[in-house]
């Protein structure tokens, strides 16, 4: 061979070499079409479920949801029959790294013993239950560990995204923060200095509006998707009560200000009325539980479009469990219970913005579900409660561009649950069948039954 014939031939060897590599990236690209069909689909929008729904997905997005719709050759077709198809429900509200639903003493106890690193493996588990249950985003709002600083709510946001271990996607607060003695003060209620320092800043603890500041950044350079503050009093904490003011309003003030500037919403535990009025002024994104507002307090919310995350599960549970609470916090429960319903029912009749949150970790991870019987119980219609789990819950996140809906371009986080759920809420508690982005995770019975993340064998720490 010659040099010229050489030349040719090394060219036309690399056009192949092209044109092969070419195939391999185009074959790639064409992901499997996917067709889901059901009886019925709810949209995470619409006021009425359409009939024959179809759900169309290449890779990890949808390409059409509605009804009757063509199915493109070649598509693989799973059908689920007498179901609903929705998009995968959003829980606003919970803590995937803690399990505080056992005995409240016992757990305490263990909550020194047990190393951190362990923590983290049991929560890959709490993670796994939650997705199985029909749960592909949450927004989980705080995760600490007394006389330790570690992150992993980070770090198990991150072993999700990386498709390491399987789990909703999680935007995460890292430590709530609030007031040296609050409910966030993970020292409260132990022996003074047991721990051989007051916690600061690093821990979420921070008093004064500079200091307030100093914790959300850190909190933002270390990961944190959301910010969570506690304004006010807590049931769960022991040198509180429920419905005190936590912090003053010029903190809230400087909370929010930081938090939005650095493009973080912000999400606040509180219980009391004087601190939700002040929170909701402040201009904070979501009141979390609420027990005690006062109609007033929820017109200002529904004029400021604050939105509500009712966690009715959290006050349910200790309710049913109140022997398993030492006598000053079963006095707060009952408080609180007593408060919330009448709270609720007035939100619905105000039409107050409300997004579905549960406070799992106050009770096993993977009931989250059980939160829509309850809103419906008092007062919410089935198919505004479906909302809440889905298109709210997305406007809440931020992330309603990318999920929420069963629309086109959206990420393909897709859920089937039997029969009809505006005629029986409780069919959202039988999730048949699960996928996130594209992948199914489950059709078919759960492979970690809600149950199988026994309640008193996971010693975790108290927290929201
Ligand atoms: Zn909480």
């Known amino acids: 061979m010659n040099v010229s014939a050489f030349h040719r031939f090394c060219s036309r060897l690399s056009f192949t070499l092209l044109v092969l590599i070419g195939c391999a990236i185009s074959t790639h690209a064409a992901d499997k079409v996917i067709v889901l069909k059901a009886a019925r689909l709810f949209d995470g929008k619409s006021k009425t479920l359409a009939q024959n729904g179809v759900v169309i997905v290449q890779g990890n997005k949808i390409v059409d949801a509605g009804s009757n719709l063509p199915t493109p050759t070649d598509a693989q077709v799973i059908e689920l029959g007498d179901a609903t198809l929705s998009p995968g429900f959003m829980d606003g509200h919970t803590h995937l790294t803690l399990d505080f639903s056992g005995n409240y003493n016992e757990r305490r106890l263990k909550e020194v013993d047990l190393n951190v690193s362990e923590q983290a493996i049991i929560a890959t588990r709490y993670a796994r ?115 005190t003011p936590q912090l003053t309003p010029a903190e809230m003030a400087a909370l929010v200000d930081e938090s939005h500037r650095l493009r973080k919403k912000v999400a606040v535990h509180c219980h009391g009325d004087q601190a939700a009025k002040e929170a909701i002024e402040a201009g904070v994104d979501s009141i979390e539980h609420g027990s005690f507002m006062k109609p007033e307090t929820l017109t200002l919310m529904k004029n400021k479009g604050t939105y509500l995350t ?21 006095a707060k429960a009952k408080a609180a219970a007593a408060a919330r319903s009448d ?121 929201d």
């Open 129 to 243: 239950a939650t997705v199985e249950a029909g749960f592909t985003t949450v927004r989980d709002l705080g995760s600490r560990f007394v006389g330790s600083k570690e992150f992993v709510d980070v770090a198990l946001r991150n072993s999700i995204n990386k498709g390491v271990i399987v789990g909703p996607r999680m935007l995460v607060a890292t430590y709530g923060i609030g007031a040296t003695g609050g409910h966030f003060d993970p020292t409260s209620g132990f022996r003074d200095m047991l721990f051989g320092h007051e916690p600061d800043f690093s821990q979420g603890i921070a008093d004064g509006p500079d200091a307030i500041r100093k914790a959300v950044r850190f909190e933002v350079k270390n990961g944190a998707d959301v910010i969570k503050a506690a304004v006010s009093g807590g049931v769960l904490s022991l040198a509180d009560e429920v419905d």
């Open 310 to 330: 009712p966690t009715l599960m959290a006050t349910e549970w200790i309710m049913s469990k109140i022997d398993n609470y030492p006598p000053a916090l079963q």
């Open 343 to 463: 709270m609720f029912r007035n939100a619905v009749k105000m039409g107050i913005k409300i997004s579905f949150g549960t406070d799992a970790a106050v009770f096993p991870h993977g009931q989250n579900a059980k939160e829509f019987k309850l809103m419906v119980d008092l007062g919410m219609q089935p198919i505004d409660a479906l909302k809440t789990a889905t298109g709210n819950a997305a406007d809440l996140f931020g992330v309603a561009q990318k999920t929420g809906t069963l629309e086109k371009a959206k990420f393909a986080d897709v859920i089937a649950m039997p029969g009809d759920p505006t005629a029986d809420i409780t069919a959202t508690e039988r999730v048949s069948f699960v996928m996130k982005e594209g992948k199914i995770i489950r059709n078919g019975p759960p492979s970690v039954p809600p149950v199988a993340v026994s309640p008193d064998a996971d010693p975790e720490i108290p927290a």
